[in-house]
């Protein structure tokens, strides 16, 4: 598991490997908030708590706009790993069967690679629609697609400890959260 860092001003950044965050606490960059006593880190001269939080000592600039790209990984997660056509999720699909990515409207009838024209489909479902149209072919879109929050697209992907999520939810919300654990 890694360790959740926090902007000097308590805004989550991201997940870093725990050595990583041993290193910036022990060259001052950065505070441990909340530590692992269970998994002590040892040297030859050092004995030191397992950092599960830190908080940078200096504010880091971080760019408010970006649109992040389509990504598989992105899309199942803003999905909720379901096909949005039988709402299957990734768990109950069979033995040849795969989570994929369909495009609403086709890519070969101008359709696009953006958030608002791509879904999670099971490759079944996928393959049953092929090139058409949705109502072509007697299915309907479970939810609209759309460009998701990026930050919640972020934290979608990153597994995250309770006491991590606490943090994440005491500068973005519980909404935030709640959205994450589902």
Known sequence: MGCLALNASYEPLTIIPTRRAVRLVIDQKAVALEVD????????????????????SRFIQVPRRFRRQVTNTFLFAR???EC????????QLGYRESLTRDHVIPISRGGDN???NVVTACSKCNLRKADHLPNECGVTL???????????LIWAVRRVTPIQAQYIGMFYGRDVVDALSL
């Open 114 to 116: 953006g958030w608002a």
């Open 84 to 91: 949005q056509y039988c709402g299957r999720h990734r768990r």
């Open 79 to 81: 999905d909720g790993y």
């Open 142 to 152: 479970l939810n609209e697609p759309k460009e998701p929050n990026h930050v919640e």
């Open 37 to 56: 006593t269970t998994r002590p880190m040892r040297s030859e001269c050092l004995r030191m708590d397992t950092p599960v939080v830190i908080r940078l």
